[in-house]
């Protein structure tokens, strides 16, 4: 194959797969920073085994913000039982309220 037809193809083959957000393995392996900068530039990136998906190439700062959230408390009750105002008292007594007086 001559030096042009291959970059014709080679440019067909960018514009053509540009969206694609899976990966085979294989392919992965063989264009690991083609992989490394779609997941930084568009997002998670599956990678496929045997036509399964397998894992998922993510940016740091996502996988973070991911693991933050999971750190969340599991309830209500343990989120105020966690909280470092757990054992703040707090003044609930209330003055009577009478109403007040209508004229009819």
Do not use: H, I, N
């Not at 083959?13 to 992965?28: E, F, I, V, Y």
């Not at 083609?34 to 599956?46: D, M, Y």
């Not at 996502?62 to 757990?86: D, K």
């Amino acid at each position: 194959m001559t030096k042009p037809a291959l970059k014709g193809q080679l440019a067909a083959r960018k514009t053509k797969s540009l969206p694609r957000k899976r990966w085979q393995l294989q392919t992965a392996k063989a264009q690991f920073s083609e992989l490394f900068r779609r997941a930084r530039s568009e997002g998670p990136q599956w990678v496929t085994r045997q036509d399964k998906e397998a894992v998922v190439v993510l940016p740091a700062e996502e996988f973070e913000r991911l693991q933050a959230r999971s750190r969340q408390p599991r309830s209500l009750l343990q989120f105020f039982a966690e909280s470092p105002l757990a054992k703040v008292t707090v003044d609930l007594e209330r003055k009577p309220d009478y109403g007040r007086k209508v004229k009819l």
